[in-house]
């Protein structure tokens, strides 16, 4: 007898994860009154559960928290959720093999468990892999990458090109996880046109989870920030002068800060390019794709022409093709901006400080610990922001 229900929100990555995972998070209070459960504290909770899953090796310099145990307690969390039902959610559940796809729902045993995917067309796929893979300190050329992933048989791929393909291996995916839940438990989100209005895809999202009549407002809800084709190789080109920075540091400083931080602010700039001799692959994978899915016996919301290739490609610049000057560009205001942002915040802090000393002291006579204490200075400089 189930106690319950777990939708386990695999990815696919770069398919509106972000987006969606935003909007859980930032709409707890909401989805637990519906009956929806977030277990964890936050979503580094179910990145970590879903290392732990994949085995990845962690870096014994870094400082995040341990991922060793934490698929078991995350698990543990859902199944004994008060609410109806519990969400999982990470990109990474979707490059599970076999065993590692077995174990994840031996865990969740006692519990009716149902796996979401979330699919977009490949066209847009593509380019979007590529520029994360440079923000995971990637350094291949955007058609060294693509002959990773396209031409270079299963064998001899890179290791970049068979976690491409552990994950976007859309078929393959559902049929793993049907094989456990049953293809009526599998639920297959199509990510919808950018045309498309903003709400739909958190709107095929909540239909998954059973919570479709749920009113939540998007305002505020982010997406996982597009960079333009001069930002990126700008990124690619850094990378080649980053191999020995341990991923953990990277990622904190170089993707959050640099990537997602100062160049994302640029704007999207010019957009990347499909080269004309990768077309005829993506019509053909697309095609094979809608075909295979539409037989796989798994529920599917929303529309699955929204995976066919565009009848024209967009228009767009490879990245050889970007100057140096437009590097340089790229690189001098990036450059200014970080400098012009320190100098604010140097200038700032005594005024903070000032008001800061004010507030603290009747915080830090309940804070005995130093770390603690840290947290009260902060608390008090945030007060004074509220008050300039």
């Known amino acids: 007898m189930t106690r319950g229900t777990v939708y386990l929100h695999i990815g696919e990555p770069k398919c509106g994860t972000t987006f969606l995972q935003d909007v859980l998070f930032s709409h707890r209070a909401e989805l637990a009154e519906h009956g929806v459960d977030l277990p964890g504290v936050d979503i580094s909770d179910h990145f970590r559960a879903a290392q732990d899953i994949l085995g990845v090796e962690q870096d014994p310099d870094d400082p995040g928290g341990l991922w060793a145990g934490s698929w078991d307690a995350l698990a543990k969390a859902a199944r004994t959720s008060q609410h109806k039902a519990a969400v999982i959610t990470h990109e990474l559940f979707c490059g599970a093999g076999d065993e590692q796809a077995a174990r994840t729902i031996a865990s969740l045993a006692g519990v009716d468990v149902h796996v979401i995917i979330t699919i977009r067309d490949l066209a847009g796929l ?96 982010k997406s996982n920030q597009s960079l333009g084709v001069a930002e990126v190789e700008m990124l690619r080109r850094l990378n080649t002068r980053l191999d020995e920075m341990p991923l953990w540091f990277y990622a904190r400083n170089v993707k959050g800060k640099l990537a997602h931080g100062l160049l994302s602010e640029r704007g999207r700039g010019m957009r990347l390019q499909i080269p004309e001799d990768r077309h005829e692959w993506v019509r053909q994978q697309s095609t094979r794709r809608i075909r295979r899915l539409r037989a796989s016996g798994a529920d599917i919301i929303g529309n699955l022409q929204e995976l066919a290739p565009p009848k024209e490609f967009p228009v767009g610049v490879l990245p050889e093709n970007v100057t140096d000057q437009e590097l340089l560009n790229v690189a001098l205001d990036t450059i200014a901006t970080m400098y012009e942002r320190r100098y604010e915040r140097a200038t700032e802090l005594p005024r903070l400080n000032r008001i800061a000393r004010g507030a603290a002291p009747g915080i830090l006579r309940f804070v005995p610990f130093r770390r603690g204490r840290s947290a009260a200075w902060k608390l008090a400089h945030a007060v004074g922001r509220r008050k300039s």
């Open 126 to 221: 593509l380019p979007a892999e590529w520029q994360e893979t440079v923000k995971h300190k990637n350094a291949r050329t955007w058609q060294d990458w693509l002959g990773d992933i396209i031409d270079t048989p299963p064998r001899r791929r890179r290791p970049r090109a068979r976690w491409f393909w552990s994950a976007h291996d859309t078929v393959r995916v559902v049929e793993r996880w049907s094989a456990l839940v049953g293809a009526d438990h599998v639920h297959v989100v199509t990510v919808p046109p950018s045309s498309a209005p903003p709400d739909l895809l958190w709107r095929r999202f909540a239909k998954a989870i059973g919570a479709a009549d749920l009113k939540i407002e998007l305002d505020q809800t």
